[in-house]
T-cell receptor, first 119, second 110 residues
Framework: GAGVSQTPSNKVTEKGKYVELRCDPI?????LYWYRQSLGQGPEFLIY????????DSGLPNDRFFAVRPEGSVSTLKIQRTERGDSAVYLC?????????????????FGPGTRLTVL | TQLLEQSPQFLSIQEGENLTVYCNSS?????LQWYRQEPGEGPVLLVT?????EVKKLKRLTFQFGDARKDSSLHITAAQPGDTGLYLC??????????FGPGTSLSVIP
């Protein structure tokens, strides 16, 4: 079956521009996560959705970053007034449902990412 | 300050050699995962360990969870070029939010 897909695969923009990154999760997955991965680093958590609502947005670096998931499926990560430091690979992941802390774990399936370059 | 530390950061070995990479933290893990990430792809889950002292094997890969659940190791026997990639350890927090370590970049030379 289809995995998590992300578009575009690459995005080059100029400093100060607005960008949108799209994530299509696996059908039926209620949980959706965004991560950012800088060169030579592990992915860094940005935001988590359970259904349509952002249950945890503690990883968003500042108010230039915003994400939506209006129908509980596709999600869009929006970055305003991009800066060169925003350049990274933005990864999306989805899972069936969140597990409980210390309890069962539902595997997260990752998309291939969108490589964002801000010139 | 990194919550998770991994060593070594880079590793380049010849095909057929054995290797071990390490993951540790000052915090106790409720569970720990190992992922492999290939260039241009997202991380793929290899294993989840939950119990202190637990050992899991996945073909030529052996994963060990420390008794105190603060460290873990991944041992690869007879490495092959297909093992090349970024190996990430990660811990799960509430809501399955995953916190990743910085990774070990492995290159297996034919």
């Amino acid at each position: 079956g289809a995995g998590v897909s992300q578009t575009p695969s690459n995005k080059v923009t100029e400093k100060g521009k607005y960008v949108e990154l799209r994530c299509d999760p696996i059908s039926g997955h209620t949980a959706l996560y965004w991560y950012r991965q800088s060169l030579g680093q592990g992915p860094e958590f940005l935001i988590y959705f359970q259904g349509t609502g952002a249950a945890d947005d503690s990883g968003l670096p500042n108010d230039r970053f915003f994400a939506v998931r209006p129908e509980g499926s596709v999600s869009t990560l929006k970055i305003q007034r991009t800066e060169r430091g925003d350049s990274a690979v933005y990864l999306c992941a989805s899972s069936l449902s969140p597990g409980t802390s210390g309890g069962s774990y539902n595997e997260q399936f990752f998309g291939p990412g969108t490589r964002l370059t801000v010139l | 300050t990194q919550l998770l530390e991994q060593s070594p950061q880079f590793l380049s070995i010849q095909e057929g050699e054995n290797l071990t990479v390490y993951c540790n933290s000052s915090s106790v893990f409720s569970s720990l995962q190992w992922y492999r990430q290939e260039p241009g792809e997202g991380p793929v889950l290899l294993v989840t360990v939950v119990t202190g002292g637990e050992v899991k094997k996945l073909k030529r890969l052996t994963f060990q969870f420390g008794d105190a659940r603060k460290d873990s190791s991944l041992h690869i026997t007879a490495a092959q070029p297909g093992d090349t990639g970024l190996y990430l350890c990660a811990m799960k927090t509430s809501y399955d939010k995953v916190i990743f370590g910085p990774g070990t970049s492995l290159s297996v030379i034919p």
